[in-house]
């Protein structure tokens, strides 16, 4: 049996168990990874993670691994709509206030999280399809507009009436958006794909940043998945109560739960993506209070065509295997046990 972190093991034995067990089930596929997440996830116990198993430690119990599972993700996703989906993304931000997402709040927070370097880009993934349902517009002409945009703004020469455009466009897409926590990668760690834009550049960053959703041959065969890319400065990140902008490592607790996430050690300050290809450097990655994204920050617009290989447990393991190399023992040695079959 894995050593389950102390949030866990005392907080709920019985979920502890099952996410154990869930963890060595293979027959469950890439689902005994989203387990082992759970376990990876070393913190002390605090007001979240109890909050946390208040919420999942009782509705998590099918006697089968697969209905188990099954609860998991659907109870995980109440708790991200009533904990961190409560309010609506604004220009301003509140720590204090009530419908603050819990990932940011003050008494789950230690004193230095943050970041204070104010020098740092940051690169956030949207789906243009999104942005045009959610804005009432068609998809064609989203992706159209977004890439005129991106285009004149790279060349040094901006189509101001396609930019007057896309900002009323962008506004009606996020006036009606949660404030759950953004997801952003830093942007020197991709800087090479996006500064290229080489062919096949939305299907190697969708690897790079273990965004297993957007596979096309799953949802829109033979049509592709639109995305678009913004490039921000960090300093559009509110900060915290302590004066450090809330840049933050993800855990566990702040998204949906996806079979392509790792959790990674606490002291890295910073999350990584599993790599979907698996041969690349780790890309760091954070989650952040939501913020309205701008016209200006519109960077480049494209179609991800490429599958995603459903199996990812050799990328799980070059994964482990990089963290390795920046981890402390205690970490290694989490990693070994919880995921053992990845290394015989």
């Keep these: 049996m894995t050593s389950s972190p102390d949030w866990l093991s005392v907080g709920s034995p019985v979920l502890a168990k099952i996410l154990d067990d869930l963890g060595t089930q293979t027959d469950l596929g890439a689902g005994r990874f989203v387990a082992r997440n759970f376990l990876l996830e070393e913190r002390p116990p605090d007001a979240r993670t109890q909050r946390y198993v208040n919420v999942v430690g009782t509705r998590v119990n099918g006697t089968r691994p697969a209905e188990a599972l099954e609860q998991l993700y659907a109870v995980h996703s109440e708790y991200i709509l009533r904990n961190l989906s409560q309010g609506s993304r604004a220009n301003s931000f509140d720590q204090e206030a009530?419908?603050?997402?819990?990932?940011?709040?003050?008494?789950?927070?230690?004193?230095?999280?943050?970041?204070?370097?104010?020098?740092?880009?940051?690169?956030?993934?949207?789906?243009?399809?999104?942005?045009?349902?959610?804005?009432?517009?068609?998809?064609?002409?989203v992706r159209s507009l977004l890439s005129r945009v991106a285009e004149g703004r790279r060349d040094g020469s901006p189509d101001i009436r396609a930019e007057k455009e896309l900002r009323y466009l962008l506004q009606g897409w996020q006036q009606g958006l949660h404030n759950r926590p953004m997801r952003a990668f830093l942007w020197e760690d991709l800087e090479?794909?996006?500064?290229?834009?080489?062919?096949?550049?939305?299907?190697?960053?969708?690897?790079?940043?273990?965004?297993?959703?957007?596979?096309?041959?799953?949802?829109?065969?033979?049509?592709?998945?639109?995305?678009?890319?913004?490039?921000?400065?960090?300093?559009?990140?509110?900060?915290?109560?302590?004066?450090?902008?809330?840049?933050?490592?993800?855990?566990?607790?702040?998204?949906?739960?996806?079979?392509?996430?790792?959790?990674?050690?606490?002291?890295?300050?910073?999350?990584?993506?599993?790599?979907?290809?698996?041969?690349?450097?780790?890309?760091?990655?954070?989650?952040h209070p939501a913020i309205n994204l701008r016209v200006e920050e519109v960077w480049a617009a494209g179609t991800v065509r490429r599958g995603v290989d459903p199996d990812i447990a050799s990328a799980r393991t070059l994964h482990l295997l990089k963290l390795a190399e920046f981890c402390d023992e205690s970490f290694q040695d989490r990693f070994g046990r919880t995921d053992e079959d990845l290394f015989r």
């Design 192 to 287: 090479s794909v996006l500064s290229r834009l080489e062919d096949g550049w939305p299907d190697k960053l969708r690897d790079r940043l273990g965004m297993i959703e957007l596979d096309p041959m799953r949802r829109r065969p033979g049509l592709g998945i639109d995305i678009c890319v913004f490039r921000y400065s960090i300093k559009r990140v509110p900060k915290g109560l302590t004066g450090r902008r809330l840049v933050l490592r993800p855990t566990i607790f702040d998204e949906v739960l996806s079979e392509a996430f790792c959790t990674s050690p606490p002291k890295r300050d910073v999350g990584h993506p599993v790599d979907l290809r698996g041969f690349n450097g780790l890309v760091r990655e954070v989650v």
């Design 98 to 141: 009530a419908d603050c997402p819990e990932t940011f709040r003050g008494d789950v927070l230690e004193p230095d999280a943050g970041m204070a370097d104010g020098n740092v880009e940051l690169g956030r993934v949207e789906q243009v399809g999104r942005i045009g349902e959610d804005s009432g517009e068609g998809v064609d002409s």
